[in-house]
Antibody, heavy 118, light 105 residues
Framework: EVQLVESGGGLVQPGRSLKLSCAAS????????MAWVCQAPTKGLEWVAS????????YYRDSVKGRFTISRDNAKNTLYLQMDSLRSEDTATYYC???????????WGQGVMVTVSS | DTVLTQSPALAVSPGERVSISCRAS??????MHWYQQKPGQQPKLLIY???NLASGVPARFSGSGSGTDFTLTIDPVEADDTATYFC????????FGAGTKLELK
């Protein structure tokens, strides 16, 4: 059974940093691209960042470029999102998602909440 | 960014057929996907690449379209289908529609 379990969320002050993790199991992690998608309270979904199977290619939405870094450790079956210079508008639930070959997200974690507030 | 426009809400009776539309601001070939999200849960993939049923999804769900206009159809609708449905394109940097909330009468 495919499982994606996020951790590392919480309350953080504006300008500070946070690192999210996503532990994957039930599939060969190194064979799949991965992504982070966020959802602000009562809002829709927004793609945040994606990473290729080996980690050599990364992609970001414009609003997080230079502030967020997506990475992966295939030996540990874990996806990461380093979030720096956090802003109030980054407040959201962050989902880790496995990428299908067509760019769809075929499995999602349960999400982790990040609240940026003083 | 490619903007995806969905109608905000629909209400149907169980047993009826419902079509949920998604219009893209520019062509996305067939790289349109559909998700179901129930309150407090993560999204679930229903349809990928416009018309392909995801694993384990009932055949009551189907998708169609190409270019800029896409449709998710549920036939027949069941009570458990109460949820918000999102479209997402992956032809350009991924974007999602704002979602269509489906309610049952």
């Amino acid at each position: 059974e495919v499982q994606l379990v996020e951790s590392g969320g919480g309350l953080v002050q504006p300008g500070r940093s946070l690192k999210l993790s996503c532990a994957a199991s039930g599939f060969t992690f190194s064979n799949y691209g991965m992504a982070w998608v966020c959802q602000a309270p009562t809002k829709g979904l927004e793609w945040v960042a994606s990473i290729s199977t080996g980690g050599g290619n990364t992609y970001y939405r414009d609003s997080v470029k230079g502030r967020f870094t997506i990475s992966r450790d295939n030996a540990k079956n874990t996806l990461y999102l380093q979030m720096d210079s956090l802003r109030s508008e980054d407040t959201a639930t962050y989902y880790c998602a496995r990428q299908g070959g067509t760019g769809s997200s075929d499995y999602w974690g349960q999400g982790v909440m990040v609240t940026v507030s003083s | 960014d490619t903007v995806l426009t969905q109608s905000p809400a629909l209400a149907v009776s169980p047993g009826e057929r419902v079509s949920i539309s998604c219009r893209a601001s520019e062509g996305v070939n067939s790289y349109m996907h559909w998700y179901q999200q129930k309150p407090g849960q993560q999204p679930k993939l229903l349809i990928y690449k416009a018309s392909n049923l995801a694993s384990g999804v009932p055949a009551r769900f189907s998708g169609s379209g190409s270019g800029t206009d896409f449709t998710l159809t549920i036939d027949p609708v069941e009570a458990d289908d109460t949820a918000t449905y999102f479209c997402q394109q992956s032809w350009n940097d991924p974007t999602f529609g704002a979602g269509t909330k489906l309610e049952l009468k």
